[in-house]
């Protein structure tokens, strides 16, 4: 993947799917004197979002590791919205823009965790009302009888308004054919798109190449998605990154001989891996089952007594148990 916000421009396997889940200003100006140089404006200009909204967003982004593009994309659009606000208020056109976007990319590659913070931004720049994010898939879309579809999709969209409908593996609404109920969600969705103009974002979510076959399976559908982003895989250094920090967040340090077992581990998977590789829900498997493994060894390691401090936080190379076969399909 290019790592950049991208243009629209297939192949399928069969993927397990996932439950519904629902997850629950303008800065002021710099002063400065009129002998400011030019760049030294634009430097100041720059430092208006560590101040007010931008500054909590950027915390939140700052936490995920890569991602860079999509970091410049939240700015781009905090930027636009702040300008908005103040053409307005010299009476100058200011017609909102379209938010409906698709993000492409493998499992694991914060997909979903973009689009809670993304709801919250538009909750915090008044875009939506509510900022809430509904996630749903194929099932909680496409019903059983003619009519069934088309009133499940519009339900959706009603509980989404003010809000994110998030729809992970959205390419498999188009899988049946013609005469598969999914189409009728699609023309569901798409003509809520117009009906709720701006009550609500849709994000699609999925697979590179199953969405952009995707997004051409319906004639209105692309050009309704202006802001197409690709999540890249991570590097492993970047898993490595990850890594530490899902160990950190549990209060457990990674020795270095783990760390370097990990690595190679990683390595391999990348390379060998039959089924597409599941990045950061991947290393968070491997730091679950590993902290399973400690609790056994230390258990026996010290059947007389309690271990240290130290001990208890500590994962060592034998607690990495890496025989993932059974989880390396996402």
């Known amino acids: 993947m290019s790592g950049r916000v991208a243009a629209r421009s297939g192949s399928s396997n069969e993927r397990p799917a996932r439950q519904i889940n629902v ?9 400065v004197s009129p002998s400011v140089p030019d760049t030294e404006l634009q430097a100041a200009a720059k430092a208006i979002p560590q101040q007010g909204i931008f500054t909590e967003i950027q915390k939140e982004l700052d936490q995920l590791i890569g991602l860079h593009h999509i970091k410049d994309l939240m700015y781009e659009i905090y930027a636009l919205l702040q300008i908005t606000g103040m053409r307005s208020e010299v009476g100058l ?12 990319g493998n499992p694991g590659t ?16 008044g875009v939506l009302s509510k900022g809430h994010l509904v996630e749903v898939e194929r099932a909680d879309l496409v ?8 009133q499940k999709t519009r339900d959706l969209v009603k509980k989404a308004l003010g809000g994110i409908l998030f729809i992970d593996e959205a390419y498999s609404l188009a899988r ?15 003509k809520a798109m117009e009906d709720q103009k ?40 970047q898993l490595i990154q990850i890594s530490e920090g899902m160990a950190k967040e549990r209060d457990y340090i990674l020795m270095p001989q783990a760390i370097l077992k990990l690595k190679q581990h990683l390595l391999r998977e990348k390379c060998e891996g039959e089924y597409a590789f599941s990045n950061a829900r991947y290393v968070r498997n491997v730091i679950e ?42």
């Not at 019903?143 to 088309?150: D, L, P, S, V």
């Open 23 to 31: 997850i629950l200003r303008n800065p002021e100006p710099p002063v």
């Open 93 to 104: 056109l200011s017609d909102p823009q379209v938010y409906h976007m698709v993000f492409k």
């Open 110 to 125: 914060g997909k979903t965790t973009v689009a809670r913070i993304v709801a919250k931004m538009f909750q915090r720049m």
């Open 143 to 150: 019903g059983e009888y003619i009519g069934h579809t088309a």
């Open 176 to 190: 049946g054919g013609e005469k598969d109920f999914g189409k009728e969600a699609i023309d569901t969705l798409v």
């Open 198 to 237: 701006n009550q609500f974002i849709l994000i699609l979510a999925g697979y590179s190449d199953e969405m952009d076959f995707f997004l051409q399976c319906n004639p209105g559908m692309p050009s309704r998605f202006p802001i197409v982003i690709d999540f890249p895989d991570y590097t492993v250094d």
């Open 289 to 330: 089952r590993s902290i399973r493994s400690q609790a056994v060894r230390l258990l026996m390691q010290y059947s007389g007594g309690s271990p240290g401090k130290l001990e208890l936080m500590t994962l060592r190379q034998e607690d990495l148990k890496l025989d993932l076969k059974e989880e390396r399909r996402p």
